[in-house]
């Protein structure tokens, strides 16, 4: 056995389809595994690992996700984490907690900031500082400030968790999985359910992280371009202070049910809504062969993966509700199968069960249509040779896919590997089997174990909760006597002045950090040729794209008349699922999966740099390889010139299904709602944006829903002037994102396909802002707010430098999440300013808090006047900020950043003079700021989502601070 840092190899293998080495290892002395994958990614990844399964529902692997990067052995500072994000340039750090393991990843594509990040990581999960203190801020605590004041419960993932379980998607998902799991782990909520988190106790707290957070516990992986022997040392250094164990992190499987089993809960809702929701899951098994795997994959793409997807449309076409929701989960134990509908009468739960099983019968009987497949099969293939993550690193996906099936002690390279499983499907298929029929009868029309759960609305629900919290506060305030009551207030001041009390400076100081000679000082170049074709402005980017067309098809918003924006995003959906002139939607559909990488269509606003214009598109984007970008121009011809918008059950589907899921990310997205809705007052581009996007948005849609039915005719017209408008070429700008070596062969039918668009003249629309006076108090059945406030500072004749951007990352990091996150037990808080449009918003997340929160936004002017900020808090803003900045991004995402700065007139010089003024912030800069900070205390406007009784509330100790708007 050869000892290489401590460790012993046990596999050395190549990936071709990944250009990548994997060489896995195991600890000598620990046990701990290294999975450690090397290639020229300069996006480096790193990620350590352990199984957490929870016995109970009290949050303990959540809690301990947060607390562990609250201070620790080598960094005794309160709140590691976030100093570190202050002088990182990383392109992820985060920490997650699933229902079985928590996950502690990072990335950066500069080396020593990713050795930074690796070793307060390291040093966070084996010698995490978890005292009381920080149990009682990032768990909970009940919170007694003074004797006669009243009490309450307090805490980052308590409050998290209250807005977790405020949302009806959520609580369907995870009653779901515990339908199924009833005797195991994944019958507990990993999450913590807010009515069982305060039975945690700081011993068992403790004890969760001495078993379970040790090597023996560990599946350690790295990615990249960072030296390989150099991963071995670093990680040994740590490793060899430990012993093996045996640690207690085994999961037992669920016993098979002999019968299906019903379940039905309740959400909260108000008495005007009388929509439920249903699922139908069935537990598969433990299966973990790639190519039977991969087939499971495609079948539940294929029963679900698109609108034309026979399931799903099957569901849609019935009536019953308003959307699909479902999919196949493989990243557990045993593996689940989900399907069911949101927006359904709870009185047909039973019907909807029937539709989903007689539908899935007729498949298994009858066969899938071939076209289907096939066009599984191409997407599949597409996404998988692409390797698009988007913003989130490659090698943090490829972690996440070798732990489904090494957490649970299998193989982790098996996963990475698609070409042989991919080639058994399609080689299973073309020989004739029926593998997706079968797969069909087996897994689940002859599998007894599942469930149906059912969440019926209750008005009633979210008193009862409240009610129970109440119970418990009264319950403990009767074991109070004066002396313990003292000592509570005691306990609760010691608390805040924990979290009050600066950490020493010695101590940051050890936290690693970059400096400014590591960083460039030239902004990032994106490769931009501008010329004319067929009539139509395009750009085009000359990188390497492994033979991928990506191509942006930037369509003026604003040769739309202003009361047809609310149509935008509906046009845009049934750009693709109305069907054409040739091919109704679900064989449209097959013809974008079988012969492109995708097209889809989405919204952007802005506002241009140097006019201050309002800037609005339409985007139409397509991919496909350079062999298929015949039929990838071929397919958006047909579509922009001859899509049926005359179908009005179909369009009435698209409608319900807009307004079911937009009514669901309230909760979920409350700070973003709140923002755009405030923002809408004082910008254009907002304005639309809200109109489109936003709570108007909501109303229109449901207004909408009703025209559909009674007055068809005008949408109709409608949707055909939307139509007319938008599809023009004159104020479009294409966008290709090519290497120069492929761009010939596309060039000529990309200019043929351009041509061919209508050409008529416009005049930009004008477009207002929303009128509105006082703050207003958007009413949604959640446990937590939401608030915002906002100024426009251009209108009082401020205009910070691009220096701002340094203080508000530090505003943001420091100031906000300490007093709104830390002291206020908010998930989290943050902070914008819009150069283009002057605006300066402030917003908080799943907050328990409303008054306290205006009250901090109003304190930060005071605060930047009274802080003195040392060059060295100064430096770790402006590296952070850079951080920002430069954002690593893939190929496509670089030449779509490109198109948005022509179109905005974001240019090179521009974003240098932006870069050199961050590069020169100064503490003078930071009390500089204040002025705008008083602006936004003096001239605020102020936004909330949150309950009816948290709005009634703050009105009553501020008389009219909040208009009340019922949203849901």
Known sequence: MTDLHGFELLRDEFIPEMNTRARLYRHIKTGAELLSLENDDENKCFGITFRTPPRDSTGIAHILEHSVLCGSRKYPVKDPFFTLVKGSVHTFLNAMTYPDKTTYPVASTNLKDFYNLVDVYLDAVFFPRITPEVLKQEGWHFELPAPDAPLTIKGVVYNEMKGAYSSPDGLLYRYSQQSLFPDTTYGHSSGGDPQAIPDLTYEAFKRFHETLYHPSNARIFFYGDDPPEERLRKLDEYLSQFERLDPPSQIEKQARFSEPRVFEYTFSADEDNQKGMVMLNWLIDDNRDPAELMARELLSYILLGNAAAPLRKALIDSGLG????????????????????????????????????RTLTELAEQGIDPETVAAAFNTFEFSLRENNTGSFPRGLVLMLRALSTWLYDDDPIAPLRFEAPLAAVRA?????????????????????????????????????????????????AATLDDDKRAALVAETQALAEWQQTPDPPEAIAAIPTLRLADLD????????????????????HNLFTNGIVYLDLAFDLRALPPHLLPYVPLFARALTEMGTATSDFV??????????????????????????APVGRLMVRGKSTVAQATELLRLLSEILLTVQLDNRDRFRQIVLRARANKESSLVPAGNAYARQRLAARFAPAEWADEQMGGVSAIFFLRELEQRVQHDWPRVLADLEAVRTALINRRGLVANLTLDDGNQPAVLPMLTAFLSELPDAAYTPAHWPVRSAEGGEGMIIPAQV?????GVNLHALGIRPSGAAMVVLRHLRIDYLLDRIRIQGGAYGAGGSYDRSTGLFITTSYRDPNLLRTLDVYDEMATFLQETALDPATVERAIIGTIGDMDAYQLPDAKGYTALVRYLTSVSDEYRQQIRDQVLATTPADFVAFAEAAAALRDHGQVAVLGSAEA?????????GLLTPVKIL
């Open 521 to 540: 000082r030239a902004v990032k170049h994106i490769p931009t040729e501008i010329d004319e074709r067929g009539g139509v402005k395009l750009l085009r």
């Open 951 to 959: 709005i009634e509330a703050a009105n009553r100790e501020r008389p």
């Open 785 to 789: 707010n939401y608030v915002a406030k």
């Open 322 to 357: 308003e959307e699909v929701v479902g999919g196949y989960e493989s990243d557990l134990l045993q593996q689940t199968f989900s399907v069911g509908m949101k927006g359904i009468d709870p009185a047909n739960a039973a019907q909807v069960e029937e539709l989903i099983l």
């Open 428 to 476: 299973a298929v073309a020989n004739g089997e029926r593998l997706f029929e079968r797969l069909i009868r087996e897994l689940l029309l002859t599998n007894p174990h599942r469930t149906r759960v059912t969440l019926r609305p209750d008005p009633e629900h979210a008193a009862r909760l409240a009610a129970a919290e109440q119970a418990r506060i009264d319950a403990f």
């Open 587 to 612: 064989r449209l559909l097959q013809r974008i999966g079988r012969e492109t990488g995708g097209i889809y269509a989405a919204t952007m606003t802005a506002t241009d740099v140097v006019t201050t």
